[in-house]
Nanobody
């Protein structure tokens, strides 16, 4: 079992930055690929970024490439999402998720989810 708790969301102006964190409880954090997803009002949940168990492989959705950076600290059981140059279109609830071993961009392939943290970008 893995429990995930996100933090770091908030209200920011366009062009600003936020750093999200997702703290995991339980052992074997380093055995899980960690993903970030988001869901805007009235829209389906979408993939944002994923990082492999030891950080050697990272994928981003095209829309955030060059603006967002995913990282992890296995000693702290935490995964991060640094978000720069934020746009109003980035407004959404951001979720972290854990998947055993291999990375995936599909939300239905993740086993554990956090409760989400709201990110609001004003224009």
């Amino acid at each position: 079992q893995v429990q995930l708790v996100e933090s770091g969301g908030g209200l920011v102006q366009a062009g600003g930055s936020l750093r999200l964190a997702c703290a995991a409880s339980g052992r074997s954090f380093s055995s899980y690929a960690m993903g970030w997803f988001r869901q805007a009002p009235g829209k389906e949940r979408e993939f944002v970024a994923v990082i492999s168990t030891l950080g050697g492989r990272i994928l981003y959705t095209d829309y955030v490439k060059g603006r967002f950076t995913i990282s992890r600290d296995n000693a702290k059981n935490t995964v991060y999402l640094q978000m720069n140059s934020l746009k109003p279109e980035d407004t959404a609830v951001y979720y972290c998720a854990a998947r055993a071993l291999t990375i995936s961009t599909r939300g239905d392939e993740y086993h554990y989810w956090g409760q989400g943290t709201q990110v609001t970008v004003s224009s």
